[in-house]
């Protein structure tokens, strides 16, 4: 077998190159140019009968999966699972992952699904996608051999490649252990319930979820760890914190040579922690340690989910481009038939509409339409450059297109790839444009459009559009009182000048409940400003 | 490339069960008042269905940390048809429309929560926290329910109660009963033949003899059977007899003259809600219908609550009649007796001193509990006669029924369990 002529394979083999490469910056380690001669046409196209089979699943798989592998498109292998409607809105519920522990919100999300869908206002997403090794893809039962073979190039080939690629993914997420860890979870939640009562358990997970979007690191790099460490490792942590975090709160009256004591002044953490559930989780005084757990739980699967709240756009697109040019190159090769294509491209059409501002059906810039675009004006640059290319993209312009795009997919999140790659092409076929809107004027002012002065700017304010840290607010762990009623103080730093919502007391109760004492919210307008006192909530009754 | 197709559709698909009743328990409240709500609107005939339940958006929310309005906002929007750089747009109605993306963002529709619970869901919040008072399970009843329970090993049996562990130990003991002596004696002749060999060249005829007798122990010890019938054993199991709690329930309703149309139909919903409940909740159920004017008869099911017959009213034919069927058929050692009885009270008057004596003296000393429910506001004739019963017997409750509305609170209230407040 010649190594070159098929990359997918020849790259899976050492699978010691996904560490090196994880570390610096990937390299895209045979993708070819183009995309790879093909190897032989067929004598006729796939059949097209609207009900599939599972022997046609396979077949138009089969060719799926061949081109997806002459483009470079390098995958973990696949499991395609079949399911039903209900099924689906189970998955739905369950924030599409396959096994997750018991909760009442979940409970909600399946009602209020289950009622959109009875009711016809919704129509179930035609597949999900669970990043996992293998990946696993949802089909529906109720879907066409066409949508079939759309969903296969979407999910299996296109989100797949970019779980698999993506810088984010590699980082934060463990495909292989993921669903190991949701058993665990599940069942560890189930354990806690028998043992604590569910009226218990499902109020502590009602505080760790209020917490969850501030329960990721964003700074720092996790360690990967296998399942099977992990939970050698929780039966020493569950008795080893608490011995820490009662050396942290000792009351024994300091010897004044022996013990060091804290400085009056030093604020504990040292440095403001961004993560408040490991803070809580790690110094909590009164956890037990089931509770302790359930935070790590909670806070592990939060982080899990924090690279696909960061490449929406990237993602969404990357599948799109993918099943668009997979299944035109089946076309162009005569795999499939013009009324696989019509009935394909029409739901393609639907998911890349773009209503444009002030429409009645207009919610903001479509994800899958921008990535879409983006991935197709790369390969537009690369391969057929104007004037205007060469000058905003010198380095990219005129260059092989593969490479140049898995490069794009795989060492950027939403922010940097908008920064990156926006070209004023782009800009000017989508006219875009940029609302500056001051709460304090009275009225909205339109600070760039798509013109010459307009597309720096245009694409900063896009990319910071898209950027976590400016579209939820910015709270931090300041300070916990040691010498005196052990109160926790929570630093807000406003983006922008933009408040926080009401619910912000009501998080904080939640915040008590976990911390165990209580907590304050202050918020801090400028740099040298005095912090101002937002909101304080007093210990919880024990 | 790899690949796995698995076809999930027979697998459960009902995995969000235990988030839904984790939903429906912690929103019990709300649901089980919506629920009261409807179930006195309802036909009685469309009581047990399933039913949309609503609950205000703002007390199932999730708070998390996000902006509010204000500040300073930049975004980006596609479709720009007429505008330049450096126009002022007034600001649109409610920050919509302009700033679509923060509307869609954190503007959850403000409408409230709602959802079909099933009709099981439905008739469970209905007859929550209601029992037959003083059910007691203390005898073996003719109609026996038995449980099976294991009972050690036997000979024979199923193949699927084949005890396996045991089947094969016996075998080991039988095979070691069997070859131990032989298998000596192999040793011996074994031993001997080798000391011959030593000094002979194994053409002597000691030497044969030996090796014959070697073949022969070989093949009796190769006979024993590794396993044979005798060493099967099986799990035994025997049914025993359980106590069970027989009830009957003696449902009494008058259908005198004086019942006109709309008390009729209050009597009705109430043993309707009656029979519901009775066979939703107790398996093992007799239900005696009994109907009277001047007199009473016991009817079925079916002509109980539609048949249009009326006459005068005398309560205490009635009052005969039950007490005559619990000496005939339901012997009271056996049954944990209850009796209903609806009636709009208008008894014929010389009847209700009648009706007094027949219940203190015979009915209720025989009966678990006897409720009386009278479907009129007034006191009239019975309820006098009754009130007096009621503070010398404890099983004796008597409530008045009004309007439809009424019904079920009155129900929940005669047939709670002991401890739950209505």
């Known amino acids: 077998m010649n190594p070159s002529q098929y990359p997918v394979l020849a790259r899976r083999a050492g699978s010691h190159h996904g560490k090196q490469i994880a570390r610096g910056e990937r390299a895209q380690r045979g993708v070819p140019p183009d995309l790879l001669p093909a190897g032989r046409h067929p004598v006729r196209p796939l059949p097209d009968p609207s009900d599939w089979t599972f022997e046609l699943i396979e ?252 490449t929406q756009v990237m993602n969404e697109g990357w599948a799109t481009f993918w099943h668009y040019t997979l299944l035109n190159t089946l076309y162009d090769e005569g795999w499939l038939t013009d009324g696989v294509m019509i009935e394909w491209l029409s739901s393609h059409t639907n998911v890349i509409h773009q209503p444009p501002a002030g429409h009645h059906a207009y919610s903001g810039i479509n994800p899958y339409a921008l990535g879409f675009s983006m991935y197709r004006d790369i390969r537009r640059i690369c391969q057929s450059p104007t004037e205007e290319d060469r000058v905003w993209f010198p380095d990219m312009a005129g260059t092989p297109w593969l490479p140049a795009l898995h490069h794009a997919m795989q060492n950027f999140k939403d922010e940097s790839f908008i920064g990156q790659f926006l070209s004023p092409r782009l800009m000017r076929d989508m006219r875009l444009f940029a609302i500056h809107d001051d709460a304090s004027k009275p009225e909205l002012l339109v600070s760039a459009i798509h013109d010459e002065d307009g597309y720096r700017a245009l694409r900063q304010t896009l990319s910071q559009q898209y950027d976590l840290g400016a579209r939820e607010p910015n709270i931090q762990v300041w300070n916990v009182n040691l010498r005196g009623d052990r109160c926790l103080t929570l630093r807000h730093t406003p983006y922008q000048g933009r408040p926080l919502a009401e619910d912000a007391l009501e998080v904080l109760k939640h915040t008590a409940r976990l911390w165990g004492f209580g907590v304050r919210l202050e918020t801090v307008k400028g740099d040298g400003d005095a912090p101002v006192l937002l909101h304080a909530v007093p210990a919880p009754a024990a | 490339m790899a690949l796995q197709i698995i076809d999930r559709r027979l697998s459960g698909k009902n995995k969000s069960v235990g988030n839904r009743e984790r939903f429906v328990r912690r929103y019990k409240q709300q649901i089980a008042e919506a629920v009261h709500r409807a179930i006195s609107g309802r036909d009685i005939r469309h009581i047990e269905q399933a039913e949309s339940i609503t609950i205000p958006r703002k007390d199932i929310r999730e708070p998390v940390f996000h902006h509010g309005p204000g500040g300073i906002r930049d975004t980006v929007h596609p479709g720009n048809s007429e505008h330049v750089r450096g126009d002022r747009i007034a600001r649109p109605p409610g920050g919509a429309g302009g700033s679509g993306a923060q509307a869609s963002d954190n503007g959850e529709a403000e409408d409230d929560f709602s959802f079909t619970l099933t009709k099981e869901e439905f008739m469970e919040l209905f007859f929550e926290d209601l029992a037959l008072p003083r059910l007691l399970r203390t005898h073996l009843g003719h109609t026996l329910q038995y449980k099976t329970r294991r009972a050690g090993y036997s000979h024979d049996g199923t193949p699927h109660n084949l005890a396996l562990l045991r089947t094969m130990r016996g075998a080991l003991g039988r095979r070691i009963a069997l070859t131990k002596a032989p298998h000596r004696e192999l040793q011996a002749l074994q031993d001997a033949l080798d000391a011959l060999l030593a000094q002979d060249d194994g053409t002597s005829e000691a030497v044969a003899a030996l090796r014959q007798c070697i073949d022969a122990l070989t093949a009796r010890i190769r006979k024993v059977a590794f396993l044979e019938p005798l060493d099967l054993r099986f799990r035994n199991r025997t049914k025993v007899p359980v106590p069970s709690s027989q009830a009957v329930m003696f449902c009494v309703m008058d259908v005198s003259g004086s019942m006109d149309q709309a008390r009729k139909d209050l009597a009705k919903r109430f043993f309707i809600l009656l029979y519901l409940f009775l066979t939703r909740h107790y398996e093992k159920i007799d239900i005696v219908f009994i109907r009277h004017h001047t007199q009473a008869a016991e009817v079925g099911e079916d002509e109980f609550f539609h048949s249009t017959e009326s006459g005068g009213t005398v309560v205490s034919s009635a009052l005969v009649l039950l007490e005559q069927i619990i000496r005939m058929r339901y012997p009271v050692a056996d049954w944990n007796i209850y009796v209903a009885q609806a009636s709009d009270g208008d008894n014929f008057a010389s009847d209700g001193d009648n009706c007094r004596h027949l219940l203190a003296g015979s009915i209720l000393p025989l009966v678990r509990y006897f409720a009386y429910v009278q479907v009129v506001p007034d006191e009239q004739n019975l309820w006098r006669e009754y009130s007096q019963l009621a503070p010398l017997f404890s099983h004796f409750a008597m409530r008045k029924v009004s309007a439809p509305a009424d019904i079920y609170p009155v129900f929940r209230d005669l047939f709670k369990k002991e401890g739950v407040s209505a």
């Open chain 1, 59 to 310: 077949r138009y798989h089969a060719v799926i999966a061949a081109t997806a592998a002459r483009y470079g498109l390098d995958t973990y292998p696949n499991q395609l699972e079949v399911i039903s409607a209900e099924q689906m809105m189970d998955a739905y519920a369950s924030v599409g992952m396959p096994v997750g522990y018991r909760h009442w919100s979940y409970g909600k999300e399946f009602l209020a699904t289950e009622r959109r869908y009875r009711r016809g206002h919704m129509g179930l997403a035609y597949e999900i996608v669970i990043n996992s090794n293998p990946c696993i893809s949802y089909l529906m039962e109720e879907n066409t051999t066409a949508m079939q073979a759309l969903v296969i190039a979407h999910a299996a080939y296109g989100h797949n490649s970019f779980f698999k690629g993506n810088y984010l993914f590699g980082m934060w997420t463990d495909a292989g252990s993921i669903i190991d860890y949701l058993v665990f979870a599940r069942d560890y939640v189930a354990q806690c319930e028998e043992k604590h009562g569910q009226d218990t358990v499902e109020q502590w997970l009602d505080s760790c979820h209020a917490l969850a979007t501030l329960g990721v690191d964003r700074y720092h790099r996790p360690s990967k760890k296998t399942l099977a460490r992990e939970r050698a490792e929780r039966e020493q942590r569950e008795a080893y914190a608490q011995q820490q975090v009662n050396e942290l709160w000792r009351t024994l009256p300091a010897r004044p040579d022996k013990d060091s004591a804290v400085p009056e002044h030093e604020r504990f953490p040292k440095e403001p922690e961004e993560n408040l559930l490991y803070f809580i989780e790690k110094n909590a005084p009164l956890l037990e340690p089931w509770q302790r757990e359930i935070v790590r739980i909670v806070r592990k699967i939060a982080q899990y989910f924090y690279p696909q709240r960061q």
